[in-house]
């Protein structure tokens, strides 16, 4: 268990719909990131948070967007589904502090399915 | 550019033997490297990381993998593999972008199967 929680693990909806999904980072971690993992792109970086404020963005669809809170958890809100959409999201956290400011550790995942 | 290379897509190895994973890494700064496992259906499960000095560097489950600056590389390696072993394994590489940003890029993984 790497303390890092997602909700919910199985998300199955519409194309032109929209999700939000949940994540609360590891104790004591204030940086959160999202990752996308399908078959075809393999493991992308979306969007990384850092104490509340947007840090770094990757390969972030403009249908996609995300907060992070002041109690540190974040949301990913995806909007307008599409088939393509359909993928394993993953959250992860760090605390970029100390020797181990960028091991970053994994929620189990949602399971987003577009129909 | 920036990327991580694993060139083997799929791995068949006998419960016992002897197991190497290979990484190769594209980066113009000081690399920070780390190998993921991945069960099915399951999350990713840091295995061991790089940062510095040694370039043998020891990690969970038995793993170990050895950081070769010159020929950008970072094998992931186990001497006895175990039927639990059976997973897909990622080699991940952190891009750093000053002060508190950054993010890893992945390899497109390594699915390991092994054999009775």
């Known amino acids: 268990d790497s303390g890092v929680t997602q909700t919910p693990k199985h998300l199955i909806t519409a194309t032109g719909q929209r999700v939000t999904l949940r994540c609360s980072p590891r104790?004591?971690?204030?940086?959160v990131y999202w990752y996308q993992q399908s078959l075809d792109q393999g493991l992308q970086f979306l969007i990384q948070y850092y104490n509340g404020e947007e840090r770094a963005k990757g390969n972030i669809l403009e249908r996609f967007s995300a907060q992070q809170f002041p109690d540190l958890h974040s949301e990913l809100n995806l909007s307008s589904l599409e088939l393509g959409d359909s993928a394993l999201y993953f959250c992860?956290?760090?605390?970029?502090?100390?020797?181990?400011?960028?091991?970053?550790?994994f929620g189990p995942g949602t399971r987003l399915t577009v129909t | 550019a920036q990327s991580v290379t694993q060139p083997d897509i799929h791995i068949t190895v006998s419960e016992g033997a002897s197991l190497e994973l290979r990484c190769n890494y594209s980066?113009?700064?000081?690399?920070?490297l780390f190998w993921y496992v991945q069960s099915p259906g399951q999350g990713l499960q840091l295995l061991l990381k790089?940062?510095?000095?040694?370039?043998l560097v020891q990690g969970i489950k038995g793993f170990e993998a050895e950081f070769k600056r010159s020929q950008s590389s970072f094998n992931l390696r186990k001497p006895s593999v175990h039927w639990s072993d059976a997973a897909e394994y990622f080699c991940a590489l952190f891009i750093f972008r000053g002060g508190s940003q950054g993010n890893l890029i992945f390899g497109k993984g390594t699915k390991l199967s092994v054999k009775p």
């Open positions: 992860a956290s760090s605390n970029f502090t100390g020797t181990a400011r960028y091991e970053q550790y």
């Open positions: 790089y940062f510095s000095g040694d370039t």
């Open positions: 104790s004591g971690d204030l940086s």
């Open positions: 980066y113009g700064a000081t690399p920070y």
